[in-house]
Structures are given as structure tokens and as C-alpha cells.
């Protein structure tokens, strides 16, 4: 549960000094990024607001509440929240998409890809330069999404455990992020897995059924 809500702070605070920032400056597009942004603080303030909710009442994550939602939205949310608040340059293709509708719970899929994106932006050594590049392409009423970065890649010893509770290769936090990452997933009726190379970059694949694309 802590990892869930410590992943999304420091990018939403640097995301403010950012605004703070473009309106000390006077920006020519101020309005339309103040909007981008609030818009995707606001969503990243209800999604901790609501695992905190849940907490507090069962001490467990909240239980999926399923809709239909546009997996693309949560991906553009994720990003514009990552992209203001780091040195790494990430992209995404959609292959002429504009939306991809899945049944999922909108909250938990928006903390999926904040997960993802934020341990690809941390497996970057500082004195690299940092690319994320973000695909999603529908095949066969399924979505297959892919985030690869080019960081450290997953120690070899550690690859299969990447999934189990309680695992994590970093130095802090609980190792409960992509343990959570995969409930989500396969309660949405889908699949996880990821290719790595040590020292060249990860990719991770996400694939969801899908209910109508546009």
C-alpha cells in the first residue's frame, strides 16, 4: 500500500514546480498545460485518495470496480504525470488509435502504468540517457501494450521472482509493486510478462481483451 501511494508524489510535486514555473514565465500555452496538468493531478489525488479510503476501513487494496475504460487515457495520464517531472525522454505510438476501451478498474489501471513507468524511469543510471517508449496496437479483440526502457535491465537471479510479493530488487519500499500490477491485470481478465537484457533496457507487455477501439 505504500508503494502504491509513495509512487505518484514526487512526480505530482515536481509536476506543480513545473506549473509553478510556465506561469512565473508567462508561457505562451499556460491555459492549455494548466488544464493537461490539473487535469491529471486531480485523477492521481482521487486514486490515492481512494486506496487511503480503503486502507483505513480493511487494511487491503480497494476491490476492482470494473467498467469500461480507455486504457489509452490512463496511458496519456501516466505519461503527461512522468514527463513533467523527469530528465527522460518518453514516447508513445498508438498505431493511429485514438481509443482503446477495456473492461477494468479505471483506478487500478491508472496505478498500473504510474507503476511501470516509474520503475523504468528508475532503472536508468544517471549518466545514461533515458529513453521510454510507450506502444499499444489491438490484434485479435486483444490490446497488447508494451513499456520499454533502456535502463539496467533485470539481474538474471531475479527474473523470476519479479511477480512474487515481497520481492523487489531496489533498496527501499516494500516490493509490492508489481505483485499488485499483476492482480490487476489478470483480475481485468489479462496477462503480464516482460523480455529484459541486462545493461540494454526492460520491456513489459500488457494484454487486455478488448471492447471496441476507435
Known amino acids: 500500500i505504500a508503494h502504491e501511494i509513495k509512487n505518484p508524489l514526487t512526480p505530482m510535486k515536481l509536476s506543480i514546480q513545473y506549473l509553478q514555473r510556465a506561469w512565473k514565465d508567462q508561457v505562451s500555452d499556460f491555459d492549455a498545460f494548466l488544464k493537461r496538468v490539473t487535469g491529471t493531478l486531480i485523477e492521481q489525488i482521487e ?14 487494496m ?16 501516466s505519461v503527461t504525470l512522468y514527463s513533467n517531472s523527469s530528465d527522460v ?46 506502444n499499444a496496437s489491438v490484434e485479435n479483440d486483444k490490446v497488447l501494450v508494451t513499456v520499454s526502457d533502456n ?23 516494500m516490493g509490492l509493486g508489481l505483485a499488485i500490477v499483476k492482480g490487476v491485470i489478470e483480475t481485468a481478465g489479462g ?19 478488448v471492447i471496441s477501439w476507435s
Request: glycine fraction near 6%; proline fraction near 4%; avoid cysteine.
Open 47 to 60: 486514486k490515492l485518495s481512494s486506496i487511503a479510503t480503503e486502507f483505513s476501513h480493511f487494511a487491503k
Open 62 to 77: 480497494p476491490a476492482a470496480v470494473r467498467e469500461n475504460v480507455d486504457i489509452l487515457d490512463k496511458i496519456r495520464n
Open 89 to 134: 525522454d518518453i514516447q508513445t505510438d498508438f498505431n493511429e488509435s485514438e481509443s482503446i476501451v477495456v473492461n477494468a478498474d479505471a483506478e487500478q489501471l491508472l496505478g498500473v502504468f504510474n507503476n511501470l513507468i516509474n520503475n523504468a524511469v528508475q532503472s536508468i543510471p544517471r549518466d545514461r540517457e533515458g529513453k521510454i517508449r510507450i
Open 151 to 173: 535502463g539496467r535491465g533485470i539481474p538474471e537471479e531475479s527474473r523470476e521472482k519479479m511477480f512474487q510479493p515481497n520481492f523487489t530488487t531496489k533498496t527501499s519500499g
Open 191 to 209: 496477462e503480464i510478462w516482460f523480455d529484459t537484457e541486462t545493461d540494454r533496457g526492460t520491456t513489459f507487455y500488457i494484454q487486455l481483451p
